[in-house]
T-cell receptor
Framework: NAGVTQTPKFRVLKTGQSMTLLCAQD?????MYWYRQDPGLGLRLIHY???????AKGEVPDGYNVSRLKKQNFLLGLESAAPSQTSVYFC?????????????FGPGTRLLVL | AQKVTQAQTEISVVEKEDVTLDCVYE???????LFWYKQPPSGELVFLIR??????QNEISGRYSWNFQKSTSSFNFTITASQVVDSAVYFC???????????FGQGTELSVKP
């Protein structure tokens, strides 16, 4: 049981390049989330998904797109990377969206945009 | 609006000292949960504890204890007899009835020196 995994672990992009971050979970969780972590700001929600084929915007969605084609995978895309998107990205999943549900996090992806 | 404040940006202690990490939250929800996560130098986010808004009993787990006080909207975390392995960034987070959104504090970086 690997839990939540993220690919890649680290990436360097040039401004304007595109890339996709992959999140996978093997806990059969219905809900998945993408966060970004920035110094002094904690973690902020980018997008989330309440099930296969559904996505919704979080607190800071601009510049990102997501897709959930399979229940176990949640993709985060950057169409045209900007230096402001330099951050550590975390994926999380939970069994349900209820107030009591714990979200379990992946190891993170460090992204540097030059 | 929901908000979590961790006023202590950095704390440095010497091994075996006790240390308390403060967390103050704001919410209008009557039902909510509070969480603590640990982020060691390796970068992953590790779930430590969750507490619901109706349970104000203190929680103790080994050297860790949590003090939830609704009257002051605080959920403080104490490490007794700190160890070098406790060095990490600790995040407090809040989840109310707003679609599973987890609101994080800014984090407190704890450094335990031998």
């Amino acid at each position: 049981n690997a839990g939540v995994t993220q690919t890649p672990k680290f990436r360097v992009l040039k401004t304007g390049q595109s890339m996709t971050l992959l999140c996978a979970q093997d806990m059969n969780h219905e809900y998945m989330y993408w966060y970004r972590q920035d110094p002094g700001l904690g973690l902020r929600l980018i997008h989330y998904s309440v099930g296969e084929g559904t996505t919704a915007k979080g607190e800071v969605p601009d510049g990102y797109n997501v897709s959930r084609l399979k229940k176990q995978n949640f993709l985060l895309g950057l169409e045209s990377a900007a230096p402001s998107q330099t951050s550590v990205y975390f994926c999380a999943s939970s069994y349900s969206i209820g107030v009591s549900e714990t979200q379990y996090f992946g190891p993170g992806t460090r992204l540097l945009v030059l | 609006a929901q908000k979590v404040t961790q006023a202590q940006t950095e704390i440095s202690v010497v091994e075996k000292e006790d240390v308390t990490l403060d967390c103050v939250y704001e919410t209008r929800d009557t039902t909510y949960y509070l969480f603590w996560y640990k982020q060691p130098p390796s970068g992953e986010l590790v779930f430590l504890i969750r507490r619901n808004s109706f349970d104000e009993q203190n929680e103790i787990s080994g050297r860790y204890s949590w003090n939830f006080q609704k009257s002051t909207s605080s959920f403080n975390f104490t490490i007794t007899a700190s160890q070098v392995v406790d060095s990490a960034v600790y995040f407090c987070a809040l989840k109310g009835n707003q679609g599973g959104k987890l609101i994080f504090g800014q984090g407190t970086e704890l450094s335990v020196k031998p």
